[in-house]
């Protein structure tokens, strides 16, 4: 009987690729819209990777289910808009290694990869096109299928997707969120410190390991899969 694959699952926003200025622009028009104040760039980067309205739910705590569904449409349409005029490689880019280091692990024949992000789906093939991502995953899940993170269903899936277990799966993530969901799942996982999250409120999330520069990503995961192979 084969073994069972390895398996490293990415988060896409503040991971993958840069996003933030559209997000931070996005969470403002969609505010304005429903006539509220803006909520502070920082406020808004540290509940990127929650589902829109959760996500929206813990910027304004008090606000009436119907408040937190216009938020939600405000943010939307306000994102497909610039997203349609930027186009979106550049609104949007790949971190720099990013891309190298995909290809390096895509080349493994023992490795599948899979991505969870709290993105809709509509922004998740979006971002797989315009990067020419198409054909790299195994594995593609996002907020619109399941629960928001950190609850650990869109990493189920992958395991399910790749025949993988989650003693030999990696959540790669920027937020603590994603640290949260791969723990929940049994997963080991490694935080980037280039992303929207700070390094500390990573390592108080759990992270194994937290890496600098995605040239540090094959090697963290190789140190990990041969740890929980001892």
């Known amino acids: 009987m084969p073994a069972a694959p ?42 990127v990777g929650l589902s829109l309205p959760e996500a929206m739910r813990a910027l304004r705590p008090d606000a009436p289910e119907d408040l937190v569904a216009a938020l939600v449409a405000g943010y939307r349409a306000a ?57 790299m995953f195994h594995s593609l899940h996002c907020a619109d299928d399941h629960p928001s993170k950190p609850h650990p269903s869109m990493l189920h899936a992958c395991l399910a997707d790749t025949g993988a277990k989650a003693s030999g799966a990696v959540m790669i993530g920027d937020t603590e969120f994603d640290i949260a969901m791969g723990r929940a799942a049994g997963m080991a996982t490694i935080a980037v410190a280039w992303g929207y999250h700070p390094v500390a409120r990573l390592r108080a999330a759990g992270a194994d390991v937290v890496i600098d520069r995605f040239a540090d990503l094959a090697p ?8 929980a192979a001892r």
């Open 6 to 47: 390895k398996l490293a699952v990415f988060d896409m926003d503040g991971t993958l690729i840069d996003s933030q200025a559209v997000i931070i622009a996005a969470m403002a028009d969609g505010f304005a819209a429903a006539g509220m104040p803006a909520p502070t760039p920082e406020e808004t980067l540290s509940i």
């Open 220 to 227: 963290a995961l190789d140190a990990l899969w041969a740890e």
């Open 79 to 135: 994102f497909v808009a610039m997203r349609a005029k930027s186009g979106g490689e550049a609104q949007s880019p790949l971190y720099p290694g990013a891309r190298a280091a995909l290809d390096l692990l895509a080349a493994r024949g023992d490795l599948r990869l899979g991505v969870a992000t709290g993105k809709a789906r509509r922004g998740l093939d979006h971002a797989i096109d315009v990067h020419g991502l198409d054909g």
